[in-house]
C-alpha cells in the first residue's frame, strides 16, 4: 500500500516540476530575439513583481530600466509580451502597419453575446461590425444623446444638494457617488433604461453591471498562467461573467427592442438601443450593414464595460485634482461662467470650455483608464527594423508613457497648461494614448469627452469642491486597479 501513496507523491512531485518548466519554457522568447527583458519568475514572470507591487509602480519601473531602448520584453505568466516604448514606432503599428495588428489579444473565449462585443472582435467581423458602430457615433448622433446626459446630470445636482441641505456628514466620497451616476448614464443612454443608482444602489441593473466588469481574480490568474485550464473549464460549463449576468443584459435588451417595434417607438427614444434597432438585420437582408441581434447584444454590453467604470475614473480624478489644486478649478468656472453664463450646460455651449478639455486631457494623462494598450500581430512584421513574429503581443504601455519625462516636464505634477493650445505641439501626439490611436482607437471617445463635460460643468457650475479632513493627496493608487486607495475625499461648497 505505503508504495502506492509513494508512487503517487513522486508522480504529483514531477507533474508539479513539469507544470513550472512549461510556464517558463516560453521565457527565452526575448534573449533569441537579443531584446531587452528584465530577470522574470520562473512561475509568474513579470506578473509576480506587479502582484507585490503594484502594477503601475511595475510598468514605471520596468519602463525606466529602458531609457534609451526602442522596445523591452516582459512575461506574463508564461506569456511573452514585446512592449513598445517609442512613439514613432507605436504609430508604425497602430496606424500604418495596422493590417498586421488588427487584434487585441484574448485570453479565453468569452460567452455570447460577450464574445460579440466590439472589443473582443477580430479581423473582419471586427471591421464589419465597427463600420456600423462609427456610423452611430455622428456628431447629429451624438448630440440627441446629450439629451439623456443632461437630465442625468441635473438629477445628481439635486441630490448633491439634498444632500447638503439634510445635514449630515457632508463629506462625498467622489468615486462611490460619481460611479452611480455614470452607471445611471450608461442604463438610460445605453438601454433605455431609467434607473437611479445614486439612490437605489440595490438595483438589479447595477448589481449585474458590477457583476459583469468583476471578473474573478481566480479566472483572471488562471487565464495568466495556464490559459488551457479555462478552455477546460468553459467546456464544463463554468463561465467566465455569470449566466444570471448574462441572461438578464440579452433579457432585457431584448424586451426593450420588442417593446419598442410594437408602439412604434424605435429609432424616436434616441438611445444607443435605437441606433442599433436601426441597423438591425430583417430576416432575408443581405446588406451587409446590417447587424445580427446576438451582434446587437454584444455592442450593447461593450457600453456597459467600456463606458461605465471608464468614465467614473477619469470623473472623480478631475473633481479630486481640481480640490486639491483650488487655482485651477477657478479658472475652470470663470470660464464656465463667460461661456455659459446662466444657462443649463448642453451639447452646444460646452464646446468652448478648452480649459476643462485641458484639465480633462491632464487627469488622463496621470490617470488613464486603458493604461495598458495591446495587439497581436498577424504576419512576421519588421518594424523600424525589429523583427516581430506571427502571434506575439505587443502592447504600449501607456501608464508609463505618460509619465516618461522625456516627453513630459515634471511629469508627476498636474498641470493642465501642458494642453495649452502654445504647448499642445512639445509632446509627441503618440507619447499620450488616452484612447488609444489609429482605426482600433476608442470608437465612443467623442461620446465619452461629451458626457464628462456635461456632467462636470452641471457640478461645478453649483459647487467648489473643497478637501476635507478625510483627502488623502498625493493620491496612492490600489495595486491591480486604477482606484484611490484611501478614496476621493471632498467637500462641496455651494457656489453663491
Ligand atoms: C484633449 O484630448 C482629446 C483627445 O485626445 C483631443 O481631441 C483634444 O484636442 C484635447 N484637447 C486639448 C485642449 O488638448
Not at 439612490?199 to 495568466?224: T, Y
Amino acid at each position: 500500500m505505503v508504495w502506492i501513496f509513494l508512487l503517487l507523491v513522486l508522480l504529483l512531485v514531477i507533474l508539479a516540476i513539469l507544470f513550472v518548466f512549461s510556464v517558463s519554457a516560453s521565457h527565452d522568447t526575448f534573449q533569441k530575439m537579443n531584446i531587452d527583458s528584465p530577470p522574470a519568475s520562473r512561475l509568474l514572470g513579470h506578473f509576480g513583481a506587479a502582484l507585490k507591487k503594484g502594477i503601475f509602480t511595475t510598468q514605471l519601473e520596468i519602463y525606466n530600466l529602458y531609457k534609451d531602448k526602442k522596445v523591452y520584453g516582459t512575461y506574463d505568466g508564461c506569456h511573452p509580451v514585446l512592449n513598445i516604448k517609442d512613439p514613432d514606432m507605436i504609430k508604425e503599428i497602430m496606424v500604418k502597419s495596422f493590417n498586421s495588428f488588427v487584434n487585441r489579444r484574448s485570453f479565453f473565449d468569452l460567452d455570447p453575446p460577450f464574445k460579440e462585443m466590439l472589443v473582443s472582435l477580430k479581423d473582419d467581423q471586427w471591421k464589419h461590425v465597427r463600420k456600423i458602430m462609427s456610423r452611430t457615433f455622428t456628431s447629429g448622433q451624438i448630440k440627441r444623446m446629450s439629451k439623456h446626459m443632461e437630465r442625468k446630470s441635473q438629477q445628481l445636482v439635486d441630490l448633491l444638494h439634498r444632500k447638503q441641505e439634510s445635514n449630515d456628514d457632508d463629506d462625498i466620497e467622489l468615486k462611490n457617488i460619481i460611479s452611480c451616476f455614470t452607471l445611471d448614464v450608461i442604463a438610460s443612454v445605453g438601454f433605455g433604461v431609467e434607473i437611479s443608482s445614486m439612490e437605489n444602489p440595490d438595483n438589479p441593473f447595477a448589481v449585474h453591471a458590477k457583476q459583469s466588469i468583476n471578473l474573478s481574480p481566480l479566472l483572471l490568474s488562471l487565464a495568466f498562467f495556464a490559459p488551457w485550464s479555462l478552455t477546460l473549464l468553459q467546456k464544463a460549463g463554468v463561465s467566465t461573467i455569470p449566466k444570471a449576468t448574462r441572461e438578464y443584459f440579452t433579457k432585457i435588451i431584448d424586451a426593450a427592442i420588442e417593446n419598442r417595434k410594437e408602439e412604434g417607438q424605435a429609432g424616436k427614444v434616441n438611445d444607443f438601443l435605437d441606433l442599433l434597432i436601426n441597423s438591425e438585420e430583417e430576416s432575408g437582408q443581405t446588406e451587409k450593414y446590417y447587424l445580427t441581434r446576438s451582434e446587437i447584444h454584444g455592442q450593447a454590453l461593450v457600453f456597459i464595460l467600456a463606458g461605465y467604470d471608464t468614465i467614473s475614473t477619469v470623473l472623480s480624478f478631475t473633481l479630486f485634482l481640481l480640490t486639491v489644486h483650488p487655482e485651477y478649478c477657478q479658472i475652470v468656472q470663470k470660464e464656465m461662467d463667460e461661456k455659459i453664463g446662466n444657462e443649463s450646460p448642453n451639447y452646444d455651449n460646452i464646446q468652448g470650455l478648452t480649459y476643462m478639455d485641458m484639465c480633462l486631457n491632464e487627469t488622463m494623462r496621470l490617470y488613464p483608464p486603458a493604461f495598458f494598450i495591446d495587439r497581436v500581430c498577424a504576419e512576421d512584421t519588421t518594424v523600424h527594423g525589429i523583427q516581430i513574429p506571427k502571434n506575439m503581443v505587443v502592447a504600449f504601455p501607456v501608464y508609463a508613457l505618460h509619465r516618461d519625462p522625456e516627453f513630459w516636464t515634471e511629469p508627476d505634477k498636474f498641470q493642465p497648461e501642458r494642453f495649452s493650445a502654445e504647448n499642445k505641439d512639445s509632446h509627441h501626439p503618440y507619447a499620450y494614448l488616452p484612447f488609444g490611436n489609429g482605426p482600433r482607437n476608442c470608437v465612443g471617445m467623442r461620446l465619452a469627452l461629451m458626457e464628462l463635460k456635461i456632467a462636470l460643468s452641471y457640478i461645478l457650475k453649483d459647487f467648489t469642491p473643497v478637501t476635507c479632513e478625510k483627502t488623502v493627496y498625493p493620491i496612492k493608487l490600489k495595486k491591480l486597479q486604477l482606484i484611490a486607495e484611501d478614496g476621493l475625499w471632498v467637500k462641496l461648497s455651494a457656489r453663491k
